[in-house]
């Protein structure tokens, strides 16, 4: 089992920074990709970013491509998620995942995933 705990969210304004971090305990050996996740009020969960966990690939939405970037530090079992440039459809709840059995083709369907964190939640302000 893989457990994932999420830290950063808060209330920014419009045009400011967030890092996002997810630190991932248990069977982390087991673990072949994490992503980002996040989900605003009445919508569905949509994806954000991964990160494929042997090679460091990474992949992004659309809608974030060029503003948010996706790291991992190897030592500490640790997801990062760096949002600049933030603006009010950004808000949301963000939740990192893990997966055993990941691979680029679905890097972006939830059902990939495995495991999930609590969230942490984002609000940007206009």
């Known amino acids: 089992q893989v457990r994932l705990v999420e830290s950063g969210g808060g209330l920014v304004q419009a045009g400011g920074s967030l890092r996002l971090s997810c630190v991932a305990s248990?069977?982390?050996?087991?673990?072949?990709?994490m992503g980002w996740f996040r989900q605003a009020p009445g919508k569905e969960r949509e994806f954000v970013a991964a990160?494929?966990?042997?090679?460091?690939?990474?992949y992004y939405a659309d809608s974030v491509k060029g503003r948010f970037t996706v790291s991992r530090n190897n030592a500490k079992d640790t997801m990062y998620l760096q949002m600049d440039s933030l603006n009010p459809a950004d808000t949301a709840v963000y939740y990192c995942?893990?997966?055993?059995?990941?691979?680029?083709?679905?890097?972006?369907?939830?059902?990939?995933?495995?495991?999930w964190g609590q969230g942490t939640q984002v609000t940007v302000s206009s």
């Open positions: 995942a893990s997966g055993s059995t990941w691979a680029p083709s679905s890097t972006w369907a939830p059902s990939t995933y495995d495991y």
């Open positions: 248990g069977r982390t050996l087991s673990i072949s990709g």
């Open positions: 990160i494929a966990w042997r090679d460091f690939s990474t």
